[in-house]
Antibody, heavy 116, light 108 residues
Framework: EVQLVESGGGLVQPGGSLRLSCAASGFTFSSYWMSWVRQAPGKGLEWVAN????????YYVDSVKGRFTISRDNAKNSLYLQMNSLRAEDTAVYYC?????????WGQGTLVTVSS | EIVMTQSPATLSVSPGERATLSCRAS??????LAWYQQKPGQAPRLLIYGASTRATGIPARFSGSGSGTEFTLTISSLQSEDFAVYYC??????????FGQGTKVEIK
């Protein structure tokens, strides 16, 4: 069974940092682009970042460029999102997803709350 | 940036009836469009990609159509488990991926 499990969310103060992780299983992780997608409370979905199979290409939505870094460890079947200089507007559930132009499957999500 | 606009925001439908959801792109996305279903407290689930291809395990009552800038998701006979929020997403504009704001399908 293809599965993605996120972890690392929590409460952080504005300006703080957090690192999210996503553990993948049930498929050849190193063969796929991977992504992070977020959803603010009561709002819609927003693509955040993509990373190529070997990590050589990374793309970000403008609102997180220079603050967030996507990375992966294919030996550990894991995806990461390092989030720095966090703002209140970054508060959201963060999902990791396998990216095949569309997103499938999705993890269950991890909640990040940025508040003082 | 390609803006995706979904209508209506909320659709009230009785079980067994047909539901028709619309998604419009601000510029052509060819057939590079996907649809997702999201239930409360759950992650989104892929329903349709390539505008009309059902994902694995998706019932035949879900169908997608359209190309260019106008797309439709049709649920032929609504079941109780189909009441949810539905999102469209374009993937024509690499590397940016944009979603519509969602349509909530509620019980009438």
């Amino acid at each position: 069974e293809v599965q993605l499990v996120e972890s690392g969310g929590g409460l952080v103060q504005p300006g703080g940092s957090l690192r999210l992780s996503c553990a993948a299983s049930g498929f050849t992780f190193s063969s796929y682009w991977m992504s992070w997608v977020r959803q603010a409370p009561g709002k819609g979905l927003e693509w955040v970042a993509n990373i190529k199979q070997d990590g050589s290409e990374k793309y970000y939505v403008d609102s997180v460029k220079g603050r967030f870094t996507i990375s992966r460890d294919n030996a550990k079947n894991s995806l990461y999102l390092q989030m720095n200089s966090l703002r209140a507007e970054d508060t959201a559930v963060y999902y990791c997803a396998r990216h095949r132009n569309w997103f499938d499957p999705w993890g269950q999500g991890t909640l990040v709350t940025v508040s003082s | 940036e390609i803006v995706m606009t979904q209508s209506p925001a909320t659709l009230s439908v009785s079980p067994g009836e047909r539901a028709t959801l619309s998604c419009r792109a601000s510029q052509s996305v060819s057939s590079n469009l996907a649809w997702y279903q999201q239930k409360p407290g759950q992650a989104p689930r892929l329903l349709i990609y390539g505008a009309s291809t059902r994902a694995t395990g998706i019932p035949a009552r879900f169908s997608g159509s359209g190309s260019g800038t106008e797309f439709t998701l049709t649920i032929s006979s609504l079941q109780s488990e189909d009441f949810a929020v539905y999102y469209c997403q374009q993937y024509n504009n690499w590397p940016l991926r944009t979603f519509g704001q969602g349509t909530k399908v509620e019980i009438k």
